[in-house]
């Protein structure tokens, strides 16, 4: 058995990974938080944009090997340009994946950003400009709604998700 992805998409600050810890909650069977903020983040090292393009290729081949191991997996992601869109595509073929778009305004995204205090200003504002633009999503969820909502809307859809069943 192969696992499956479902891969919730949005700009820095939208709440995709308090999204995913919720559905994590609720999903009728076992699914990986699986994020490269999680893993990754705090283990890259100082200038680490010079291997920035080869960092995601890798990181998108983690999803294949989760798959292939039947490790059902939950993701948070931000596709920043055309050429990572086409990688993880390329890095997707043949896994069964279910698209989330989080959406959420800029002037929410921007009080979050700042709140936070662990991201650059303006990464937010810089996502929301392009994010949504390379794919349609099998679900949009408004980021704005309580995390607990939204995952029961994401566990509904994707159990509904072209008749398929967990």
Same mark, same amino acid.
């Not at 058995?1 to 994590?24: D, E, N, P, Y």
């Not at 997996?73 to 989330?100: N, R």
């Not at 949504?132 to 704005?144: A, C, I, Q, V």
């Given at each position: 058995?192969?696992?499956?992805?479902?891969?919730?998409?949005?700009?820095?600050?939208?709440?995709?990974?308090?999204?995913?810890?919720?559905?994590?909650?609720?999903?009728?069977?076992?699914?990986?938080?699986?994020?490269?903020?999680l893993y990754f983040r705090d283990?890259?090292?100082?200038?680490?944009?010079?291997?920035?393009?080869?960092?995601?290729?890798?990181?998108?081949?983690?999803?294949?090997?989760?798959?292939?191991?039947?490790?059902?997996?939950?993701?948070?992601?931000?596709?920043?340009?055309?050429?990572?869109?086409?990688?993880?595509?390329?890095?997707?073929?043949?896994?069964?994946?279910?698209?989330?778009?989080?959406?959420?305004?800029?002037?929410?995204?921007?009080?979050?950003?700042?709140?936070? @205090?662990? &991201?650059?200003?303006? !990464?937010?504002? %810089?996502? +929301?400009?392009?994010?949504?633009?390379? #794919? *349609?999503?099998?679900?949009?969820?408004? @980021?704005? &709604?309580?995390?607990? !909502?939204?995952? %029961?809307? +994401?566990?509904?859809?994707?159990?509904? #998700? *072209?008749?398929?069943?967990?």
């Amino acid at each position: 058995m192969t696992g499956r992805l479902i891969l919730v998409h949005g700009a820095s600050s939208a709440g995709k990974s308090t999204l995913c810890r919720a559905a994590q909650q609720v999903l009728p069977s076992p699914f990986l938080y699986h994020s490269a903020d999680l893993y990754f983040r705090d283990a890259l090292p100082p200038g680490w944009h010079e291997v920035r393009d080869a960092f995601f290729a890798a990181f998108h081949r983690t999803y294949r090997v989760f798959s292939e191991q039947g490790v059902d997996v939950i993701s948070d992601y931000i596709v920043e340009t055309p050429q990572g869109f086409a990688d993880l595509t390329t890095a997707l073929q043949g896994i069964d994946v279910f698209w989330v778009g989080l959406h959420a305004p800029l002037a929410v995204l921007e009080q979050r950003e700042r709140a936070r @205090g662990d &991201r650059r200003v303006g !990464d937010a504002r %810089r996502d +929301l400009e392009t994010v949504h633009g390379f #794919r *349609d999503y099998h679900l949009d969820l408004d @980021g704005t &709604r309580p995390p607990e !909502d939204n995952a %029961r809307l +994401l566990v509904d859809a994707w159990q509904r #998700r *072209d008749g398929a069943q967990t």
